[in-house]
T-cell receptor
Framework: DTEVTQTPKHLVMGMTNKKSLKCEQH?????MYWYKQKAKKPPELMFV???????INESVPSRFSPECPNSSLLNLHLHALQPEDSALYLC?????????FGSGTRLTVV | AQSVTQLGSHVSVSEGALVLLRCNYS??????LFWYVQYPNQGLQLLLK??????LVKGINGFEAEFKKSETSFHLTKPSAHMSDAAEYFC??????????????FGTGTQLKVEL
């Protein structure tokens, strides 16, 4: 298995909702990432987990809460989001000299 | 901090023509450089990577890139464009080996259009 799987592919949520994004990989990669990508822009790093510990938080608002339950799973918990948080959320994993990206979750906050 | 600059936010070529997408890097240490392609509403697909081995790197779909330290460049080329190459292309730099969870920083992207 050489893929990073993200669910759901699309999500519409209200500003008072709580939802979670899920990312899974079975390549044995020990680093996992969340990126946010706005339309016509490059991906921007949000969080990095290395060996299941949070190693980088790029000053992301607390309404985004990452979680790494085990070496294969990465979650992003969402609460009280704003419309400007609407974007494509990409998960990635890495080992050695390469990164593998999932196909993303398209999030719309209404 | 590592960074990359992509010259030209939009590039248009004719089908069968040479594709050249430019990327310059800024790094205080030997960089790890990548080119990714993104089709509409999809994730990122790795085209090729430079990790201090051969300076001419061959990737998927006929793409290649040459690492030139003297010019701090890592331009992406393809001899003959195909309609299916139309997409967004990102150059990216990592601040270290990726196994330890190092930051991957992207350029602003180049939209490639291929015309008949």
């Amino acid at each position: 298995d050489t893929e990073v799987t993200q669910t759901p592919k699309h999500l519409v949520m209200g500003m008072t909702n709580k939802k979670s994004l899920k990312c899974e990989q079975h390549m044995g990669h020990r680093a996992m990432y969340w990126y946010k990508q706005k339309a016509k822009k490059p991906p921007e790093l949000m969080f990095v987990y290395s060996y299941e510990k949070l190693s980088i938080n790029e000053s992301v608002p607390s309404r985004f809460s990452p979680e790494c339950p085990n070496s294969s799973l990465l979650n992003l918990h969402l609460h009280a989001l704003q419309p400007e948080d609407s974007a494509l959320y990409l998960c990635a994993s890495s080992q050695g000299d390469g990164y593998t990206f999932g196909s993303g979750t398209r999030l719309t906050v209404v | 901090a590592q960074s990359v600059t992509q010259l030209g936010s939009h590039v248009s070529v004719s089908e069968g023509a040479l594709v050249l997408l430019r990327c310059n890097y800024s790094s205080s240490v030997p960089p790890y450089l990548f080119w990714y392609v993104q089709y509409p509403n999809q994730g990122l697909q790795l085209l090729l990577k430079y990790t201090s081995a051969a300076t001419l790197v061959k990737g998927i779909n006929g793409f290649e890139a040459e690492f030139k330290k003297s010019e701090t460049s890592f331009h992406l080329t393809k001899p003959s464009a195909h309609m299916s190459d139309a997409a967004e292309y990102f150059c990216a730099v990592s601040d270290g080996l990726t196994g330890g969870g190092n930051k991957l920083t992207f350029g602003t992207g180049t939209q490639l259009k291929v015309e008949l």
